[in-house]
């Protein structure tokens, strides 16, 4: 295939080498806004597009993929807010969106288990939830949306709990600590305390190569599909 990466930072890196490992193209960088207005054509000679930029950039990245009708990756979280306008202009234009809060596939895995260990809780109310989030000092968001999807996925599975507070606690919420801290990957911990005793799981990231294996497989994945899709389809979780 032929790929355009939209972000240049250390995940385009790691996804470059492992695309060409696989036997696939770079056909196209882009990191800047100068870059577009020089490389536009280049986008539509391309199969599919991985966009790993910021929030405040990723949604016209998007629009641009669509616009030229080849699918796109999307690993940046923080743009959520406007989930519902994006995915009604994919619908509209024909054109496919993949995204997810994490492409590792091992974090995946475990937001089933989260999900599962929520709702088999549920009518043990003794059990009272917290997360903490730990990654490098350079990423912008905070709580992560790894911990965001983990948040959610609880309140969906355990009818006890109705939002999330962070850096604070607040009755019927799931309190999240987000923790940033010299180069770490990520680190993710969900825990439920009782008087007697506290289950705890945790999903640990050694490096971003999990990251960009889920985001090439989920490059190949979508060529020539249309819609919008998850790492669940991805994985037929």
């Given at each position: 295939?032929?790929?355009?990466?939209?972000?240049?930072?250390?995940?385009?890196?790691?996804?470059?080498?492992?695309?060409?490992?696989?036997?696939?193209?770079?056909?196209?960088?882009?990191?800047?806004?100068?870059?577009?207005?020089?490389?536009?054509?280049?986008?539509?000679?391309?199969?599919?597009?991985?966009?790993?930029?910021?929030?405040?950039?990723?949604?016209?990245?998007?629009?641009?993929?669509?616009?030229?009708?080849?699918?796109?990756?999307?690993?940046?979280?923080?743009?959520?807010?406007?989930?519902?306008?994006?995915?009604?202009?994919?619908?509209?234009?024909?054109?496919?969106?993949?995204?997810?809060s994490n492409y590792?596939?091992?974090?995946?895995?475990?937001?089933?288990?989260?999900?599962?260990?929520?709702s088999l809780l549920?009518?043990?109310?003794?059990?009272?939830?917290?997360?903490?989030?730990?990654?490098?000092?350079?990423?912008?968001?905070?709580?992560?949306?790894?911990?965001?999807?983990?948040?959610?996925?609880?309140?969906?599975?355990?009818?006890?709990?109705?939002?999330?507070?962070?850096?604070?606690?607040?009755?019927?919420?799931?309190?999240?600590?987000?923790?940033?801290?010299?180069?770490?990957?990520?680190?993710?911990?969900?825990?439920?305390?009782?008087?007697?005793?506290?289950?705890?799981?945790?999903?640990?990231?050694?490096?971003?190569?999990?990251?960009?294996?889920?985001?090439?497989?989920?490059?190949?994945?979508?060529?020539?599909?249309?819609?919008?899709?998850?790492?669940?389809?991805?994985?037929?979780?």
């Open positions: 295939m032929k790929i355009a990466l939209l972000g240049y930072g250390r995940m385009g890196h790691e996804i470059e080498k492992l695309a060409v490992s696989r036997g696939h193209t770079i056909q196209v960088k882009i990191d800047n806004e100068d870059e577009w207005t020089a490389k536009t054509a280049f986008l539509k000679e391309c199969d599919v597009a991985i966009e790993f930029t910021i929030p405040a950039i990723a949604i016209s990245n998007i629009k641009r993929c669509f616009a030229v009708g080849i699918p796109v990756v999307v690993g940046t979280t923080g743009w959520y807010e406007h989930f519902g306008e994006v995915t009604e202009l994919c619908i509209k234009m024909d054109g496919c969106l993949f995204y997810a590792s596939i091992g974090v995946n895995v475990f937001f089933e288990i989260n999900r599962k260990l929520a549920e009518s043990y109310t003794m059990y009272k939830p917290a997360m903490t989030e730990i990654h490098h000092t350079l990423k912008l968001d905070a709580p992560s949306g790894t911990a965001i999807t983990l948040a959610k996925d609880m309140i969906s599975a355990n009818h006890n709990y109705t939002g999330y507070t962070v850096g604070t606690t607040e009755e019927g919420k799931i309190p999240v600590t987000s923790v940033r801290e010299g180069n770490v990957t990520g680190t993710h911990t969900v825990s439920w305390t009782s008087d007697v005793d506290q289950i705890t799981i945790t999903h640990e990231a050694y490096n971003r190569l999990g990251f960009a294996i889920g985001a090439v497989l989920a490059a190949e994945w979508v060529y020539s599909r249309k819609g919008v899709f998850t790492m669940k389809d991805l994985l037929s979780l």
